[in-house]
């Protein structure tokens, strides 16, 4: 069975900090990655993916993520938050060829930027 | 851009009722999901579904939720005897291929009183 778990529950920063969001999952084959974002009463959105390749993989809204495989680990980056980046943050995974090729969700993380 | 949409945005229902929750995929996507998310807690997966047969399904999932793909279009997820812990928000996702992106609604919130 898959799982995933984000370290962080809650992190608050204020604009120009470096946002790192951890996330760790467990399956054991072969993995996509993903990291999706909840603005405030707003439907998921897909920030980045990674399949295969580059590790470092680079979304939208300056976001990127290194995948790591020896530590099962897929963590967000972004090197200067802004206000417009408060949102939830929910890491998933795929486990390729897992049964229903269903996504598992981490717990998300709730990042608040101070103006 | 193609968007998966779903309907009710938000409904209200007694303790007991049945509730049918009704998605719109993305047109020539094939595989189709149903997740949900208590207030404050993580997005957790219900069933998936490929071919007109549910593929995997979570404990949730219990023999009170059923899922249809009844005229090609439309994806419904039906809870037949609605509980307290139902309220939820429920998303509605779809893919096209396997190991593609998943697409998400915006999502249905269900209120159980």
């Known amino acids: 069975a898959q799982s995933v778990s984000q370290h962080n529950h809650h992190v608050i920063l204020s604009e120009a900090a470096s946002l790192e969001l951890g996330c760790n999952y467990s399956?054991?084959?072969?993995?996509?990655l993903f990291w999706y974002v909840q603005y405030p009463g707003q439907h998921l959105q897909l920030l980045l993916k990674?399949?295969?390749?580059?590790?470092l993989v680079k979304g939208i809204k300056g976001f990127e993520a290194e995948f790591i495989k020896s530590k099962f680990s897929f963590n967000l980056r972004k090197p200067s938050v802004q206000w417009s980046d408060t949102a939830e943050y929910f890491c998933?995974?795929?486990?390729?060829?897992?049964?229903?090729?269903?996504?598992?969700f981490g717990g998300g993380t709730r990042v608040l930027v101070k103006p | 851009e193609p968007e998966v949409t779903q309907t009710p945005s938000h409904q209200v229902t007694q303790m007991g009722q049945e509730v049918i929750l009704r998605c719109v995929p993305i047109?020539?996507?094939?595989?189709f999901y149903w997740y949900r998310q208590i207030l404050g807690q993580k997005v957790e997966f219900l069933v998936s579904?490929?071919?007109?047969?549910?593929?995997?399904k979570s404990e949730i999932f219990d023999d009170q939720f059923s899922v249809e793909r009844p005229d090609g279009s439309n994806f419904t997820l039906k809870i037949r005897s609605t509980k307290l812990e139902d309220s939820a928000m429920y998303f509605c996702?779809?893919?096209?291929?396997?190991?593609?992106?998943?697409?998400f609604g915006e999502g249905s919130r269900l209120t159980v009183l």
């Open positions: 996702a779809s893919k096209g291929g396997n190991g593609g992106e998943l697409f």
């Open positions: 399956y054991g084959g072969t993995v996509n």
């Open positions: 990674y399949f295969s390749g580059d590790p």
């Open positions: 998933a995974v795929n486990g390729v060829g897992a049964a229903g090729n269903k996504l598992t």
């Open positions: 047109s020539n996507h094939l595989y």
């Open positions: 579904f490929y071919n007109n047969e549910i593929s995997e």
